[in-house]
């Protein structure tokens, strides 16, 4: 299938004089459940905001943002700490504890290749559904109580995000090419999770390009291995909401009550 972001509304705020923020985006305007579509200012996905001046915390202000899964783990946090509290839109979770960083460390292992870290990465994926449960859990009890705009982001908003997100949409009756093509609109923000890495990291040579093609990629392939871990355990996106995070038929309709227009 030839994935492109045909599906994807045109943004309905984001004037040209408004900051630019790391991967992010919003889900206003797809379509879901019955013809339906996500309403303006309720989802939100994005990398992390490891910078944020004034400007930028009215923009998120004004465009309806009150609560923030951050899907980074403790230790992330603990390195990085959350601006987003200290402009008044609390973390609507607990860090968790899970960090799937095994692709990270492959790249800098000087024995692998790309083709090991593209492996790492299918692990990575096919293993959210048991590793994230408790942080997919959380962002599932956020969404169906924040009564203003949600924000799921990890530290790019690319894999962590992607499949939170990937949940969110599915419980709201958008398709899988829908979301996958919302999934692989990550890969316009390249350069720009390039260039924040690497002002984490100072000093130090970056990974040849060859080994972070694969690891920064939004790959499809790298969704499917996720739905596929779904759909073999779980039955699909259904089952697991149900029997992985313990949300019924009540849940997912509540959430479409709020979020479909």
């Known amino acids: 299938m030839n994935v492109t ?33 996500i309403r303006t200012g309720r989802l939100f996905r994005s990398g992390d905001f490891h910078q944020l001046d004034d ?17 980074r783990s403790a230790g992330e946090q603990q390195r990085h700490p959350s601006l987003l509290p200290g402009v008044g839109i609390p973390l609507a979770m607990d860090a968790p504890e899970a960090d799937p960083s095994s692709a990270t460390r ?29 942080a997919l859990r959380a962002v599932f009890d956020a969404a169906l109580t924040s009564r203003g705009g949600l924000l799921v982001q990890c530290a790019i908003g690319k894999d ?25 609109a990550s890969n316009r923000a390249r350069d720009a999770i390039f260039d924040a ?38 039955g699909g996106e259904g089952g697991y909401l149900a029997g992985g995070l313990g949300f019924g038929a009540d849940a997912v309709e509540d959430l479409r009550g709020r979020w479909l227009i």
């Open 197 to 234: 890495m690497a002002a984490r990291n100072p000093g130090r040579a970056p990974p040849p390009a060859a080994m972070l093609d694969p690891l920064l990629a939004a790959d499809p392939d790298y969704l499917r291995a996720f739905w596929a871990r779904l759909d073999v355990d779980y």
């Open 5 to 37: 972001a045909q599906f994807l509304p045109q943004p309905q705020f984001w004037p040209e004089s408004a900051p630019r923020f790391l991967n992010f985006r919003s889900l206003a305007g797809l379509v879901g459940d019955g013809g339906r579509r």
């Open 106 to 134: 492959v790249v800098g292992d000087p024995s692998a290749t790309p083709q090991d870290v593209r492996a790492a990465m299918f692990e990575v994926y096919s293993g959210m559904p048991s590793r994230l449960t408790d």
């Open 160 to 184: 962590r995000t992607g499949v939170a997100v990937a949940l969110l949409l599915a419980v709201l009756g958008v398709p899988r090419d829908v979301i996958l093509a919302d999934y692989v």
């Open 55 to 71: 400007a930028g915390a009215e923009t998120l202000r004004l465009l309806g943002l009150n609560a923030v899964c951050d899907l």
